[in-house]
């Protein structure tokens, strides 16, 4: 694969060990950098498993001193690695729950050298068992819902695991901070 700066984004929300687990396998498949959003998860609790992802893993931890959301946790994300790896073409984000495996994110790393301008996301098959019925309800629906919207079909429309171009990163950012001119 391509030697090009991709880091794997990680908001975690009082994570477990799975998300140790998760990093233990990134740095065993050398996939980094890492940067993890603690979107406010209890310090007292949690403060020693976010210390044991920089100490062990090298991961980046941007912390929230409240719980903002996925949303804001990956737009700091995105904003602090459009800063500081000014290389990048992308980033690929991923959940701290452990749902998703270096051979997946490998796949979707790869993609993105490929179509460098596209977002590409990494769908679950909700036709496979284990899946809760109210998660495959859920996303079946707002999935039928989004291509009646916009004409595009997507099969999970909740997924964590995604590649996203710097200039859409950008693109995300511009909307939620619109410049103002002076008159």
């Given at each position: 694969m391509e030697n090009k700066t991709i880091p794997i984004i990680i908001p975690?929300?009082?994570?477990?060990?799975?998300?140790?687990?998760?990093?233990?396998?990134?740095?065993?498949?050398e996939l980094k950098p890492v940067v993890i959003v603690d979107d406010g998860s209890d310090k007292d609790t949690y403060g020693q498993l976010f210390e044991t992802a920089k100490s062990?893993?090298?991961?980046?931890?941007?912390?929230?001193?409240?719980?903002?959301?996925?949303?804001?946790?990956l737009k700091d994300a995105f904003n602090y690695c459009l800063n500081e790896y000014p290389d990048m073409?992308?980033?690929?984000?991923?959940?701290?729950?452990?749902?998703?495996?270096?051979?997946?994110?490998t796949r979707v790393k790869r993609e993105l050298?490929?179509?460098?301008?596209?977002?590409?996301?990494?769908?679950?098959?909700?036709d496979e068992g284990g899946i809760p019925?109210?998660?495959?309800?859920?996303?079946?629906t707002t999935s039928k819902v989004m291509g009646v919207?916009?004409?595009?079909?997507?099969?999970?429309?909740?997924?964590?695991?995604?590649?996203?171009?710097a200039g859409f990163?950008?693109?995300?950012?511009?909307?939620?901070?619109?410049r103002f001119r002076r008159v």
């Open positions: 975690a929300y009082e994570p477990d060990e799975k998300l140790i687990k998760l990093l233990s396998d990134l740095k065993a498949s062990e893993y090298g991961a980046v931890v941007l912390r929230h001193a409240v719980n903002m959301g996925k949303g804001r946790a073409i992308g980033v690929i984000t991923a959940d701290s729950d452990g749902q998703h495996t270096t051979t997946d994110i050298l490929e179509n460098s301008d596209a977002l590409i996301l990494g769908c679950r098959n909700f019925a109210r998660s495959v309800f859920g996303n079946k919207l916009t004409g595009v079909k997507v099969t999970d429309t909740q997924t964590g695991l995604r590649a996203i171009p990163m950008r693109c995300s950012l511009s909307l939620l901070f619109p």
